[in-house]
């Protein structure tokens, strides 16, 4: 606890390392999310290879991925390999529980699966292991002792080091805070989302680590969601709009539409930085193919958001 205090007086480079609970594995604050367009043809594999390795000159150290984000894996394994980064400097979370039907992925959470997903990972991204396995959006039915022991059992054969859950759902993360079933846990946390926050310090009390995902809660605040530019800010906005989720999200954004307009401050560095600030959040996990965005979230890890405007954030997030 004491560890966490300290680090909520402020975050003074990105090669700050913060404890994942009680894994033994130490996170970089940023983590660097590679769904979303960095996985797809909406950008090329150079550009993907060259937003990996800023990623890293940047100084974060935390990537993650899942066996269901196109071609994420590959263009990871790719990177490492074509600027020779040591895979033993870098922490890699990725996702399992997804069988591909007529070339969709579907959920499909069992052990023999599980241990598919993790090999066909381990070979894509052409690493020995893997840091954080995540069962991608279980339901609480899913969290069974056989999978529990496919866990142990890919621990034993050093292939995953710690293993969790991504998931968005109350019941589901309110079930891991009772049992302590997992070690590690994503989701979404924004300044939209502040209502995880209770979930977020019970889970850091029983050891569990944190790590946000959506974290800049897929910039649904920003005025630069309407900046079209080409085929990926399309992409972003067709998905605001498509997806029940992503339109949820939007719709409660709306009362922080004021972060466009903060004296002296970014509002996405404010946002990204109000998730970062929370001492039982161990990493944050930010989409971008912009260098000009991963520079500012890099930077965004030494700015102070001043009360007035936290307690604005704090405010629109009980509204
Ligand atoms: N979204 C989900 O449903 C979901 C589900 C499971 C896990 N996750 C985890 O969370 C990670 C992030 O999720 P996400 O990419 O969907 O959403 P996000 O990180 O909350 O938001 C990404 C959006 O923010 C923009 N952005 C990034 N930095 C910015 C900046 N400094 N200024 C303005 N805009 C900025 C990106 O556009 P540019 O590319 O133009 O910068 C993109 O439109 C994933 O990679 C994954 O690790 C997310």
């Not at 530019?229 to 992503?246: E, V």
Request: with cysteine; charged share 30%.
């Amino acid at each position: 606890m004491e560890n966490a205090l300290n680090r909520a007086e402020g975050v003074k480079k990105p090669q700050e390392r913060r404890s994942l609970g009680s894994t033994g594995i130490l996170v970089t604050p940023l983590c660097y999310g590679c769904a979303s367009a960095f996985a797809r043809d909406l950008i090329s594999d150079d550009k993907a290879y060259a937003l990996f390795k800023a990623a890293y000159d940047l100084g974060i150290r935390f990537f993650d991925t899942s066996v269901h984000y196109g071609k994420a894996e590959d263009r990871i394994g790719a990177s490492l390999k074509k600027y020779n980064i040591d895979r033993n400097e870098i922490v890699i979370s990725t996702k399992a529980g997804k069988k591909l039907v007529n070339g969709k992925w579907v959920q499909d959470i069992n052990p023999a699966r599980i241990k598919e997903n993790v090999d066909m990972s381990l070979k894509r991204m052409n690493i020995e292991y893997i840091d954080v396995l995540y069962l991608h959006e279980p339901t609480v039915k899913d969290l069974t002792e056989d999978v529990f022991l496919c866990f142990d059992e890919l621990k034993k054969a050093g292939k995953i080091r710690a293993c969790g859950a991504n998931t968005f759902s109350d019941d589901v993360i309110d079930h891991i805070i009772q049992t302590k079933c997992l070690d590690v846990v994503m989701l979404d946390y924004n300044i939209v989302k502040q209502n995880r926050e209770p979930q977020i310090k019970a889970l850091y009390e029983k050891g569990i680590g944190v790590v946000a995902g959506q974290a800049l809660a897929e910039s649904c605040f920003l005025w630069d969601l309407y900046q079209i530019h080409g085929k990926k800010d399309l992409w972003y906005l067709a998905r605001t709009f498509g997806r029940k989720a992503s339109r949820e999200l939007y719709f409660r954004s709306r009362k922080f539409r004021f972060m466009n307009r903060l004296e002296n401050l970014d509002g996405s560095q404010a946002a990204l930085k109000y998730v970062l600030d929370n001492p039982y959040v161990a990493g944050a996990s930010v989409g971008t193919v912009s260098f000009e965005h991963l520079q500012k979230n890099v930077d965004a890890l030494n700015i102070r958001i001043p009360d007035d405007v936290r307690d604005r954030i704090k405010k629109a997030g009980k509204q």
